[in-house]
């Protein structure tokens, strides 16, 4: 019988909240043509220039999430994998990959050969496919086949924005918070953006938030002035992806709007862009605008449902 491993991967982060440390990830990250598709020659100089200034920028909010364990993206990766190692049993190693930073995905991809592994599912938590995101982790795989002679088997999940199973657990994750909390006067759906070209190149990134958010609001019984989808954490001068979740929320403070319930459906694992950028920076420019209250759902993280839901993922292919 072929022994079967799993690799799950997600982006990655900086080792340390340092300026330093920064630097050395987001040059890893934002060299990936899969990313920044600019021409090299002209990236090259707007590149050094971001490394020159970024990294002290972002230093403190990296700072203002850090744990004892680390990132909070590898801290709930690290439980992701040993929750879904105990979902799936001792016979089917789980790894843990990162596309930039540690560890590194050829790294775990090394350590599942090492136990013997014969066939690989690669699952990267992202449940909506992107080349920037999915496509890229792909192409480190290939990466790392280029280099070996002997290849195990391997099976790529691309997507799961549709997984009945993942859409309870986030169903779930918001009918705990309305439990608990109380239910606000609207929800947001905020993913993460991507420039609009890609998506006019055929990226169906897009067309996959749309689909799970309209599921998502069905699956809570939803009307459509009861919640709205937005994207977050565009950067340059080029049109992202509409509307922008920074905008939408002040608009809804100007409105009068009082209160705002705020979920990342693109995140499997919390991190700088939902713990600092939406419970922080965006509740402030909700309140500053007129609103009262924001509170962020948090991601689906390592809870039992989300584990499950991965195990149903990966035992579907």
Same mark, same amino acid.
């Not at 700072?63 to 004892?68: A, F, M, N």
């Not at 014969?118 to 920037?132: F, N």
């Not at 958010?213 to 954490?233: H, K, N, R, V």
């Given at each position: 019988? +072929? &022994?079967?491993?799993v690799?799950?991967?997600?982006l ?7 300026? &330093?440390a920064?630097?050395?990830?987001? =040059? ?12 090299? !020659?002209? !990236? ?5 220039? +971001? ?17 004892e ?8 990766? =690290? ?6 190692? #105990? ?8 790894? /843990? ?7 590194? +995905?050829a790294?775990a ?10 066939q ?8 909506q ?14 990466? !790392?086949t280029? &280099? ?13 924005? #549709?997984?009945?199973a993942? /859409? ?10 309305? #439990?608990q ?6 929800l ?27 599921l ?9 002035e ?13 049109p ?12 809804w ?7 705002v319930?705020?979920i ?6 919390d ?6 950028? +939406? ?12 609103? #009262? ?25």
């Amino acid at each position: 019988m +072929i &022994k079967t491993g799993v690799l799950i991967t997600n982006l990655g982060t900086p080792d340390a909240p340092t300026p &330093k440390a920064i630097r050395r990830y987001l =040059r890893e990250f934002l060299s990936d043509q899969r990313v920044v598709d600019a021409p090299r !020659w002209l !990236w090259f100089f707007v590149l050094k220039i +971001i490394l020159l200034i970024r990294p002290r920028k972002v230093a403190s909010a990296y700072q203002s999430v850090w744990t004892e364990q680390g990132s909070p993206l590898l801290a709930i990766s =690290r439980q992701q994998q040993q929750a879904l190692q #105990q979902a799936l049993g001792e016979q089917t190693p789980v790894a /843990l990959g990162m596309r930039y930073g540690n560890p590194s +995905i050829a790294s775990a991809l090394d350590e599942l050969v090492a136990q013997g592994v014969e066939q690989v599912i690669v699952l990267p938590l992202y449940p909506q496919y992107s080349a920037t995101t999915t496509a890229s982790t792909f192409d480190a795989i290939a990466a !790392w086949t280029a &280099k070996q002679r002997q290849l195990p088997q391997l099976k790529f999940i691309r997507d799961y924005h #549709q997984h009945p199973a993942w /859409l309870e657990a986030l169903a779930n994750a918001v009918r705990e918070h309305w #439990q608990q909390q109380g239910r606000a006067d609207r929800l947001l759906m905020s993913f993460h953006g991507i420039p609009q070209r890609y998506c006019d190149l055929g990226d169906p990134y897009y067309q996959q938030c749309v689909a799970g958010a309209e599921l998502l609001a069905t699956q809570l019984g939803l009307q459509p002035e009861q919640w709205s989808l937005s994207f977050q954490s565009r950067v340059g001068r080029e049109p992202w992806l509409q509307p922008y979740t920074d905008d939408t929320l002040k608009a809804w403070g100007r409105e009068g709007l009082e209160s705002v319930d705020v979920i990342c459906p693109g995140f499997s694992a919390d991190c700088l862009e939902t713990l600092e950028e +939406i419970s922080e920076e965006n509740a402030e420019y909700f309140t500053e605008a007129g609103g #009262q209250t924001l509170r962020y759902i948090p991601a689906l993280n390592s809870r039992n449902d989300h584990i499950q839901a991965l195990k149903a993922v990966i035992e579907s292919i």
